[in-house]
C-alpha cells in the first residue's frame, strides 16, 4: 500500500479518536493533558465502535456510510460530548475519574527493567504488526466476500433490501443478518485508501490492535502493579493465533477487543462501583453487538455468570449489558421488516435438536474443536490454563468463591459455542465448524489475556511479601 | 534501570521499526516477520486472496465501463464450483460496488462473460460485446 495511502487511513482513525473523546468528554474533564492522552486507545475503539453504530443507525434512516457521513458524526459526538462535559455538575463528574485508583507503595527495583523490556517488546510487535498489515491482502475469504463488499454497498446505495434479501432477482450478501459494525469500519478504510485495496483492512486491524493495547493498559494501570501487567501484556500479544487473525480481516478480533475490554471495565464496576467503568461496559457492550452477532450471545452469558454468582452491583451491570445488546434492536427491526432472515442460528431448532439428542457426532465434533482451539499451546499460548489456574489460586487463598466466576464463566462460553454449533440448522455445520471455531474463541480467550493480570495480582496481594503495594480503592 | 540505559532500548526499537519499513536486504527480513504468511510477494497486493483463480484487473476494468446503477451478471460456463459460486460473484461484489449483481442473466443488462474462451453469454443474439478485459472475459450490454 502506498504511503499516502496508509496516512490517510491513519487520517480515519484520528477521526474514530475525536468521536471516542467526544464520548469520554463527560468523564475526563478536568483530567490533565497527559492523562488525557493516555486514553487514546480506549477513544480509538470507542470511536470507532460507536461511530459505526451511530452510520448504522442512518443507513436504517435512509443514509449513506461514506467518509463524509463519518465526519458529520464525529462533529456531533466530538461537540456533543464537550458540550455535555460542561453541562455535567461538578458533584457527578468526580467519582467518574479512574485515575484516583492506584497502588501503594513503591516498585522493587527489578520491577523498571521489566517493565521497559515488556513495553519496548510489545511497540515492537505492533510495529510489525502495522507494518505487515499494510503490505498483506486479508487471508479470510469472508473479508472481501461479504464484509467489505456489504460496507461498500452501504456507501453507494444506502441499506438497500434487496441486496440483502434478494428482491428483483439480485445476489444477496452472503450472512445478511450480521450487524453491520464490521462492514462500515472496513470500506471506511477501503475510501480512505482511494480504491479497492484491501490491505486497508489488515492495516485497519493493526491499528485497532494498537488502540487495544493501549486501553487495556489503561483501564489496568493502577489496578495491577506495572510489573505484572506489561508482562502479561506481552504475553498476549505474541500469541501466534492473534498475530496471523490480524491479518485475515474479519470481525472476529474486532468484537473480542470490546469483549475483552467490556469485562474489565465490569470488574472495575464490581469491585469499586466506579460509574466511569459502568458507562464503558454499556458502550463497549452496544460496540461488540454492533460488530457481530455472536457478540450479544456472548454477552447473555456473561449476565448468567453475575446471576450466578450474585456479585454485589450485578443488577445495574445487568441493566448496563442489556443498554449495549438493546442498540441492535433497530438492526433487529429492520430485519424483520424486510425478510432478511438469519438461516443459522434458530432457538426452536437448537432446542429441538439438543432436546432430542440427534447429531452426537457434532456435538463431539464441535466439543473438540473449540476445546482444541482453546488450549493449544500453538495457538494461543497458555493464556487459558494461566488465567483459569490463577483464579482457583486465588479463589483457594482468598477462601472466596467469587474468582472462580472466570473459569465458570469460560466453561460457559464454551458450552454456548458447542450448543451454538449442535443445535445450528445448517446442513453443513460441521463445515462451519471446522472454518470458524478457531476464530470464535478470540473473544474468551483476549477477555482471559486481560484478566490475568488482574487474577495474578489478586494472588500476589495475599501473600506477606507483597501486601504493602496492594490495590487500593478510591475513596 | 537508568535513563541512559532506558533511551537506549527505545532508540534500538525505533531503528528495528525503521529498518523494517525500508526497501534493504535486512528490512526484507523483518518484514517477513511481520507478516504471519512467510512474507510471500503475493500477499502484498490490493486484490482479494483467491481461493480459485480470478483475473481482479478484468474487474477492475470492467468496473470503469459498467454505469453506477446499472444490474450485472457474471456469466462463467466452467465446472468449477467454487470459482462460480465464490470467487467470481465475490469479484463482482467487491469490485463492481456501485452497480448491482443478480443471480441470472435474464434480469442482467450487462455481463461479464468469464473463462468463455470470448463467447458471448448465450444467447449471444441478445447481447453485443462492449469490451475486451484481458484475456480471460469480455464484457457485454443485452441489446
Known amino acids: 500500500m502506498s504511503v499516502s495511502g496508509a496516512l490517510a487511513i491513519a487520517g480515519v482513525n484520528l477521526l474514530y479518536c475525536a468521536a471516542g473523546y467526544g464520548v469520554l468528554a463527560p468523564a475526563l474533564r478536568g483530567l490533565r493533558v497527559r492523562a488525557w492522552a493516555s486514553y487514546a486507545g480506549l477513544a480509538l475503539l470507542l470511536g470507532m465502535g460507536v461511530s459505526a453504530l451511530v452510520l448504522g443507525w442512518a443507513a436504517m434512516a435512509g443514509a449513506t456510510t461514506g467518509l463524509v457521513s463519518l465526519a458529520v458524526v464525529v462533529v456531533v459526538l466530538a461537540v456533543g460530548g464537550a458540550a455535555a462535559a460542561r453541562a455535567l455538575p461538578a458533584s457527578l463528574r468526580r467519582p467518574w475519574t479512574p485515575s484516583a485508583v492506584q ?280 493464556v487459558l490454563p494461566l488465567a483459569v489456574g490463577l483464579a482457583l489460586l486465588s479463589s483457594w487463598r482468598r477462601r472466596s468463591p467469587r474468582d472462580l466466576a472466570v473459569p465458570v464463566g469460560a466453561l460457559l462460553v464454551y458450552l454456548f459455542w458447542i450448543a451454538v454449533y449442535w443445535g445450528s440448522p445448517e446442513p453443513n455445520v460441521g463445515q462451519v465448524v471446522g472454518t470458524s471455531a478457531y476464530r470464535v474463541v478470540d473473544s474468551l480467550l483476549l477477555t482471559l489475556g486481560l484478566l490475568t493480570p488482574l487474577l495474578a495480582e489478586r494472588v500476589l496481594a495475599t501473600t506477606r511479601l507483597r501486601r504493602e503495594r496492594a490495590y487500593r480503592a478510591p475513596t | 534501570m537508568s535513563r541512559r540505559a532506558l533511551a537506549a532500548l527505545v532508540v534500538a526499537g525505533a531503528l528495528v521499526l525503521v529498518i523494517a519499513a525500508t526497501p534493504t536486504a535486512p528490512g526484507r527480513k523483518l518484514r517477513r516477520i511481520a507478516n504471519v504468511h512467510a512474507g510471500r510477494d503475493h500477499l502484498n497486493t490490493p486484490d482479494p486472496q483467491w481461493t480459485a483463480r480470478v483475473d481482479a484487473h478484468a474487474f477492475r476494468r470492467a468496473a470503469r465501463l459498467i454505469p453506477p446503477g446499472a444490474r450485472y451478471a457474471v456469466y462463467a460456463p466452467t465446472s468449477s464450483k467454487q470459482l ?45 460485446e462492449v469490451a475486451a478485459l484481458g484475456r480471460h472475459a469480455l464484457l457485454a450490454r443485452r441489446r
Open chain 1, 103 to 382: 497502588l501503594r507503595g513503591e516498585p522493587p527495583r527489578w520491577a523498571v527493567p521489566v517493565v521497559a523490556l515488556s513495553a519496548t517488546g510489545i511497540a515492537l510487535v505492533l510495529g510489525l504488526v502495522l507494518v505487515g498489515g499494510f503490505r498483506t491482502s486479508p487471508w479470510l475469504d469472508d473479508t472481501w466476500f461479504f464484509w467489505v463488499p456489504k460496507g461498500l454497498a452501504l456507501r453507494d446505495h444506502g441499506l438497500d433490501p434487496a441486496q440483502f434479501n434478494g428482491d428483483g432477482g439480485l445476489l444477496p450478501f452472503t450472512s445478511p443478518f450480521y450487524p453491520l459494525g464490521w462492514s462500515i469500519v472496513s470500506a471506511l478504510g477501503l475510501q480512505a485508501a482511494g480504491g479497492i485495496d484491501l490491505r486497508a483492512v489488515n492495516g485497519e486491524l493493526g491499528i485497532l490492535l494498537l488502540g487495544f493495547v493501549g486501553a487495556a493498559a489503561r483501564l489496568l494501570a493502577g489496578r495491577v502493579r506495572a510489573e505484572v501487567l506489561w508482562p502479561a501484556l506481552l504475553l498476549l500479544l505474541v500469541s501466534p493465533e492473534l498475530l496471523r487473525q490480524i491479518q485475515g480481516g474479519g470481525a472476529d478480533l474486532p468484537l473480542a477487543f470490546a469483549l475483552a475490554l467490556a469485562v474489565v471495565a465490569a470488574t472495575a464496576w464490581l469491585r469499586d462501583g466506579d460509574r466511569f467503568s459502568l458507562a464503558l461496559v454499556a458502550l463497549l457492550a452496544a460496540c461488540a453487538s454492533n460488530l457481530k452477532f455472536e457478540g450479544a450471545g456472548v454477552l447473555v452469558v456473561l449476565l448468567v455468570v453475575l446471576g450466578l454468582f450474585r456479585l454485589r452491583r450485578a443488577p445495574l451491570l445487568w441493566v448496563a449489558l442489556a443498554a449495549g445488546i438493546l442498540t441492535q434492536l433497530p438492526w433487529l427491526v429492520w430485519r424483520r421488516v424486510h425478510d432478511v432472515g438469519d438461516h443459522r442460528t434458530s432457538p426452536g431448532h437448537a432446542l429441538d435438536t439438543i432436546l432430542h439428542l440427534e447429531r452426537t457426532e457434532l456435538f463431539r465434533l464441535s466439543a473438540r474443536l473449540v476445546g482444541r482451539h482453546l488450549l493449544d499451546p500453538s495457538e494461543w499460548i497458555i
Open chain 2, 84 to 128: 462460480v459460486q465464490h470467487d467470481l460473484p465475490g469479484a463482482g461484489l467487491v469490485f463492481l460496488p456501485r452497480a448491482y449483481q443478480v443471480r441470472s442473466l435474464v434480469d442482467a443488462g450487462w455481463a461479464i462473460a468469464y473463462g468463455t474462451g470470448g463467447a458471448l453469454p448465450q444467447p449471444a443474439a441478445d447481447w453485443v
